[in-house]
DNA sequence: CTTGACCATCACATTTATGTGAACGTTTGA
DNA sequence: TCAAACGTTCACATAAATGTGATGGTCAAG
């Protein structure tokens, strides 16, 4: 497929697509007329670099652990380096951290909506 | 305490919290020669706001949950508008999906780095 | 009184992930 | 063949979170 399709499966704007391509997060084919090709796993792809970007990893991480979650599973192997490893370990644990500060966030807000909730539903006119 | 010390208590620059106040997300008072004074509570506050941030809340929303997430606690009521809990709802929602990208992730990076931890344990010279 | 360590404001720089538009080639269908 | 829809590159723009430096006020200790 070409970048509008892509971009319409992902819904990342083309000019997204070009970037993250840029970056090196995805490398697609061109073809004869220099148009991009992109196969179907690049729809798959580029939704999770969307996750990761919006869990606030930045591209250069990105770059760095895609290889190890893409293998079609079950063919991962040491093509990593230890220094690979490594990143990616620690890439893990602060990507732990960061879970366990926004579970206690959302935790919050929810116990404070509920809270509110509880409240509301005590007050006068509340049975009218 | 003034600007020097929260610095130095919460790791964020001078600049940075001078930023959080034009941001609107801290309001120090300022004494008699306009230095900022801060009481102690904003060591916490900042640390949450920062905590925020690095789950990937633009300052704009942290702004709006934060009158949410820093009352003296058993002191929250409604002084919060209809609005005001949507969205906090509808933020509390987006970071649970959030949550939920970013602990798939974690998860593959951990199969993957334990896959290949025991690859490296079957190798041949491993036993050296 | 001066020096050094603070504080203040203002302004300009930078990085990252995006948007927008110009100028121009390609493909496709009426 | 002509227009619409799509592709290309290049370049400039922006918002967010920070850094950096200039210029100057305040204050405590020597």
Redesign the interface.
Known sequence: MRIGELSRLTGASRRLLRYYEEQGLIVPDRGANGYREYDDRYVDRVN?IR??L???LPTRIIKQ?LP??DKPRSI???D?TPEM?AL??S??DR??E??D??????D???E??T??AR??ALEPGSSH
Chains 1, 2 share one sequence.
């Open positions: 999770q996750g990761l919006d869990a606030g652990i190890c979650l991962h192997f040491p990593a490893l990616l370990a890439e893990r990507l732990t960061r879970i500060v926004l579970i206690r966030n959302r919050a807000m929810s404070y909506l809270e509110v409240c509301r």
